[in-house]
């Protein structure tokens, strides 16, 4: 990884103008090694913004400096830095910003990233982008003081924590435990951050959920649980996509399970598709529609009636469990 840090310290120095780019529909990680990336791009003297293509997301308002993020200032920038995007289609809107950009920097752990810029860095073993961009750096310095401070490494322990299901997935290894006591030691405060991320929400997200959670339909024996969020859930609740996120975790912990699935719809006929498995291959589930991910966490989007698309996610879940039994 020391050549690669140095090729993209080397295009953060030779840059003037810089943008961090995640991918639509923005989760922990994304916004985590976002706002790292713009903040260690601005310890560098560079103009730095950090946007993805959504509404800025009200739940990670508690991360420090967290007013710039969505906040492009340039039509052109000198470089552009995308983080936990598999494919250049992620950046949704800001994709044009790729090609007009003088360099690219592609930083993401998804096995699927097609390396689509000039500088790739991709680690498809690693639980989070925001694990990569610790490793990348943890041992940089800058006029002779450390270049991870405390903010930013409460940007990286977010994207750990959140990745990983605050420590619960497969993908918590003995290495995430290790980088998340390194950013403790820099001076996070874990119970802060904890109640942020996982206690502290809206009640009218606690009234979505509950909506939700009431739908649950269970199939193949118990064995793949599959809820609907539709656009009527949220108009009656006050609620926006952003909310959404982590409801796919509560139909994954019902007992017995081994896929489960979380259809949101969108406006023009579009949903959105979230699985989650024990071990099941869900990528090649979502891969079947155009999407992707990992081995037990994918996603993917359809269009068309609701109950077709729910027959079409439902046989291919029923065909990734029936290769693991």
């Not at 206690?199 to 809820?227: H, P, Q």
Request: net charge negative.
């Amino acid at each position: 990884m020391t050549a690669k840090k140095t090729e993209i310290i080397k295009a953060i120095e030779k840059a003037r103008n810089v943008l961090v780019c995640g991918h639509i529909r923005p989760d922990g990680d994304c916004v985590g090694s976002a706002m790292f990336m713009r903040r260690l791009c601005e310890k560098f003297g560079k103009n730095a913004d950090a946007v993805c293509d959504a509404e800025k997301p009200e739940s990670f308002g508690f991360l420090p400096q967290y007013e710039f993020f969505c906040a492009p200032r340039f039509k052109k920038y000198d470089l552009i830095i995308a983080v936990d995007c598999a494919t250049d289609k992620r950046l949704g809107e800001y994709c044009g910003y790729l090609a007009s950009a003088d360099k690219s920097i592609n930083i993401d752990h998804h096995p699927t990233n097609n390396e689509y810029a000039d500088i790739n860095v991709i680690d498809g073993s690693a639980c989070s982008t925001c694990a990569i961009l610790y490793k990348l750096f943890c041992d940089e310095t800058l006029n002779g003081e450390r270049l991870i401070d405390a903010e930013m490494a409460a940007m990286l322990y977010t994207g750990l924590s959140t990745d990983t299901g605050n420590f619960m997935h497969s993908n918590t290894t003995a290495e995430v435990f290790d980088i998340a006591h390194e950013l403790c030691a820099i001076g996070v405060d874990v119970a802060s951050l904890a109640h942020e991320i996982y206690c502290n929400k809206s009640f009218k997200k606690i009234k979505l959920t509950a909506r939700v959670l009431d739908g649950i339909i269970l199939y193949e024996e118990g064995k793949i649980a599959l809820m609907y969020i539709g656009l009527d859930d949220l108009n009656a609740c006050g609620c926006k996509t952003e909310d959404t996120e982590g409801l796919i975790d509560y139909a994954s912990s019902i007992s017995g399970v081994q896929i489960s699935i979380a259809i949101c719809e969108q406006k023009g006929n579009l949903y959105r598709v979230s699985f989650r498995s024990v071990s099941a291959d869900v990528a090649a589930a979502a891969g079947t529609f155009g999407g992707g991910g990992h081995k037990l966490a994918a996603g993917c989007v359809l269009s068309g009636n609701r109950y077709d698309v729910t027959d079409k996610i439902l046989s291919a879940a029923k065909a990734a469990l029936c290769k693991t039994l």
